[in-house]
């Protein structure tokens, strides 16, 4: 059964960083297309970035490029998301996911992994502010 866990959400001010790690267990998530999500509560989920499988190659949403980065390390079975020069904008709840059945709607633009994103974890939540 795949199971994914977020973690390293936390309080940060303006300009601040954050590494959020996402773990995988049941499976091997060195073989998978890994995507971070953000969600405000009462609005659409939104892609952030990905990792696909078969090269590593990354993807990002135009808001964070240059600020974020996505990169997995196999032997700890982790993705990680790197969050630099945070911005209250980027408050919400962060989630990872690999391909599976559970769809969530959810938004992007331009180039994004193709992969029906359908195991989630549970997310860990992201607070900039002063």
């Known amino acids: 059964q795949v199971h994914l866990v977020e973690s390293g959400g936390g309080l940060v001010q303006p300009g601040g960083s954050l590494r959020l790690s996402c773990s995988g267990s049941g499976f091997t998530l060195d073989y998978e297309t890994v995507g971070w999500f953000r969600q405000v509560p009462g609005k659409e989920r939104e892609a952030v970035a990905c990792i696909e499988s078969n090269d590593d190659s990354t993807r990002y949403q135009a808001f964070v490029k240059g600020r974020f980065t996505i990169s997995r390390d196999n032997g700890k079975n982790t993705v990680y998301l790197d969050m630099n020069n945070l911005r209250p904008e980027d408050t919400a709840d962060y989630y990872c996911?690999?391909?599976?059945?559970?769809?969530?709607?959810?938004?992007?633009?331009?180039?994004?992994?193709?992969?029906?994103?359908?195991?989630w974890g549970q997310g860990t939540q992201v607070t900039v502010s002063s």
């Open positions: 996911a690999t391909r599976g059945t559970s769809r969530v709607t959810y938004s992007y633009a331009g180039k994004w992994c193709p992969v029906e994103f359908g195991s």
